[in-house]
């Protein structure tokens, strides 16, 4: 098992930046694939990011490239998202996702692991 709390979320004006993070205990953390949905009410759960065990490989919506970065530190078993530029559309539920095999990164079935969730509030 796995545990992820998020933090980092809140209420943020257009343009500004928040920086999101992912604790994770329970399993060895490094050899996790770890990631980043949103969900608005109504709509389906969106990848937003993801980062490989070792951090050589992330992946990005096409809708947060070169705004978003993700981390992750291995030896303090958490990942973060650095979020520049925000947008009203960007405001949402961020879940940190833990999984356990590769593939499937941009689909929420693969994921093995979520978090709570922490809301993003980007106003205009």
């Known amino acids: 098992q796995v545990q992820l709390v998020e933090s980092g979320g809140g209420l943020v004006q257009a343009g500004g930046s928040l920086r999101l993070s992912c604790a994770a205990s329970?399993?060895?953390?490094?050899?996790?694939?770890m990631g980043w949905f949103r969900q608005t009410p109504g709509k389906e759960r969106e990848f937003v990011s993801n980062i490989t065990w070792n951090g050589v490989t992330t992946n990005y919506a096409d809708s947060v490239k070169d705004r978003f970065t993700i981390s992750r530190d291995n030896a303090k078993n958490t990942v973060h998202l650095q979020m520049n530029s925000l947008k009203p559309e960007d405001t949402a539920v961020y879940y940190c996702?833990?999984?356990?095999?590769?593939?499937?990164?941009?689909?929420?079935?693969?994921?093995?692991?979520w978090g709570q969730g922490t809301q993003v509030t980007v106003s205009s």
């Open positions: 329970g399993r060895t953390f490094s050899t996790l694939t």
């Open positions: 996702a833990a999984k356990i095999r590769n593939g499937g990164y941009w689909r929420v079935d693969p994921w093995d692991y």
